[in-house]
């Protein structure tokens, strides 16, 4: 198994250029998500999905778009990206959380996005 | 304000050594917190969860502890080897009715030197 892939490793941009990121599982997990981290910050969720077809806001959704057309894959849009979008993007999956224990998420590679 | 915070920022040992990670929480009410490693240049992968009625885990030369009465973790890794140089970051959820979220730590840098 490939875990969870993310293609491509690294991408720069100009500023109002757009792309697509593709994330890809192959866990049959129903979740997935979208981070970005940033040096001195934390993770922070972009957007998640709960399933096919479903997609939610996360914390900083602003400049993001995200689609999940088939369980396996999840893809976040930059319509038009900004400097400050610069940062490592990562994709996570998970089985839905049961109880009061929150699910294991794994974690693909990560892509480096440079805005300039 | 929910918080997750980390201590040291960062660290190095010598390999061999053992060394202890800190985590304090003010998330409540608290459910668990998950430790993760982040090896330089790629994802986090989980190395324990620790929820609330337990007190000690271990996952080989990894132990986690928790104090929820002080609302601490921590993560004492024993005869660190090169391969433990990472970033160790505690994730805590909180929750608002159905919405959850996951408050994630800044990590500590560990490089473990020969």
Known sequence: NAGVTQTPKFRVLKTGQSMTLLCAQDMNHEYMYWYRQDPGMGLRLIHYSVGEG???????????????????????????????????????SSYPRSGGVTETQYFGPGTRLLVL | KNQVEQSPQSLIILEGKNCTLQCNYTVSPFSNLRWYKQDTGRGPVSLTIMTFSENTKSNGRYTATLDADTKQSSLHITA???S????YI???PTYAGNNRKL???LGTSLAVNP
């Open chain 1, 54 to 92: 479903t997609t939610a806001k996360g914390e900083v959704p602003d400049g993001y778009n995200v689609s999940r057309l088939k369980k396996q894959n999840f893809l976040l849009g930059l319509e038009s990206a900004a400097p400050s979008q610069t940062s490592v993007y990562f994709c996570a």
């Open chain 2, 80 to 82: 660190s080897q090169l």
């Open chain 2, 84 to 87: 433990d140089s990472a970033s």
């Open chain 2, 90 to 92: 505690c994730v805590v």
């Open chain 2, 103 to 105: 408050i994630w730590g």
